[in-house]
Nanobody, 112 residues
Framework: QAQLVQSGGGSVQAGGSLTLSCEAF????????VEWFRRAPEKAREWVAG???????TYADSVKGRFSFSRDNVKNAVYLKMTNLRPEDTAVYYC??????WGSGSEVSVSS
């Protein structure tokens, strides 16, 4: 199981873009499948997107067409590119390897 280190996030205005990264701690097995979740203030955790080992991706309806995955197999990292951000995307985002570890979270704040 990979230990996941997150980076990215920040504050942007509506319509802006951010990229989150989720990197498996060096020396661990290859990061295959990854899911992203988010927790907005005073709301339950929400599934955002999933990347399977074969490359198939799925997205929540709320982010479809705006969020996308990319992968760097050399760095053993997965990236979530978020475009056309909306205030309702404001949340702490977590990457998760199914059946394994969770990242520490990345804060995303989108102002109107």
């Amino acid at each position: 199981q990979a230990q996941l280190v997150q980076s990215g996030g920040g504050s942007v205005q509506a319509g802006g873009s951010l990229t989150l990264s989720c990197e498996a701690f060096p020396g661990t097995t290859r990061l295959n499948s990854v899911e992203w979740f988010r927790r907005a203030p005073e709301k339950a955790r929400e599934w955002v997107a999933g990347l399977k080992s074969g490359g198939a991706t799925t997205y929540a309806d709320s982010v479809k067409g705006r969020f996308s995955f990319s992968r760097d197999n050399v760095k053993n990292a997965v990236y979530l590119k978020m475009t056309n951000l909306r205030p309702e995307d404001t949340a702490v985002y977590y990457c998760h390897e199914p059946g394994g570890e969770w990242g520490s979270g990345s804060e995303v704040s989108v102002s109107s």
